[in-house]
């Protein structure tokens, strides 16, 4: 199944997981998803993540959070730019998510990183996705 989005179907499969209130979420591994994934997790939206052998390719398990009463710690996940449109910012323009509530993830010369790093690191890029 050839795949023209990626990292799309993983924010999808993290919001449809998410709805029901499921644990684990498994997607195909790259290099960019456990960028992502390791982003997620230190910015606190996610419990933890890991690489599981599996056939025909690994699998990247990312665990999922939840507060004590089942509240749900991504409120939304959003892809910015696509495949048909990309977005690029500036560093100066960089989006701020519910007014610096969330986190907007750029892909930037120095690896992805999240608004708030690349702007105090004064870089642009392309924005990735949107998490509140």
Not at 64 to 83: C, Q, W
Not at 118 to 123: E, F, K, P, T, Y
Request: charged share 25%; proline share 5%.
């Amino acid at each position: 199944m050839s795949q023209t989005d990626p990292i799309a179907d993983m924010l999808t499969s993290i919001r449809n997981a998410n709805l029901v209130y499921k644990t684990e979420v498994a997607t195909p591994v790259s290099k960019i998803k456990l960028a992502l994934a390791a982003l997620l997790y230190k910015e606190g939206y996610i419990e933890g993540y890991e690489i599981r052998e599996a056939s025909p390719v690994p699998l990247l398990v990312i665990r999922l959070k939840y507060g004590d009463n089942k509240e749900r710690v991504i409120h939304g996940i959003r892809r910015v730019s696509k495949p048909g449109r990309r977005v690029y910012a500036k560093a100066s323009k960089l989006p701020r998510v519910l007014g610096g509530m969330g986190v907007a993830v750029i892909s930037t010369p120095k690896g992805l990183m999240s608004d708030r790093k690349a702007r105090s690191q004064r870089l642009g890029g392309e924005v990735v996705c949107e998490v509140w």
